[in-house]
């Protein structure tokens, strides 16, 4: 196996394993919700958000799961939500 092999790994679930990582562990703040995007029933399914940590205002974006879907009131522009975010990189985050 040669070095470029070792880089070249599969990769498993990444998004998975990282949106359930912060939903464990990660801390809480608070943010509100900028835009969405609906389907063509009207659902919401795509979030854009943004949160502050320590003077520094992130934005990010999120596909919401079959359970926030069902809760798509929750999730109108203007709506505050509770983030979850590491702290050690406060730009990697999920709305839960």
Known sequence: ???RDFFKRSK???EGERRQALLR?????EGS???VITD?????THVFYNYEINGVEY??????DAGQQQRSGDYFP?????VRFNPRQ???????
């Not at 406060?90 to 839960?96: A, D, L, Q, R």
């Open 25 to 29: 562990a990660g801390r809480i703040t």
């Open 12 to 14: 498993t679930d990444d």
């Open 1 to 3: 196996m040669g070095i």
């Open 33 to 35: 919700i900028f835009d």
């Open 59 to 64: 934005e990010s974006s999120q596909l919401l």
């Open 90 to 96: 406060p730009g990697n985050s999920v709305v839960v």
């Open 78 to 82: 203007g709506a505050r939500v509770t």
């Open 40 to 44: 063509e029933a009207g659902a919401i």
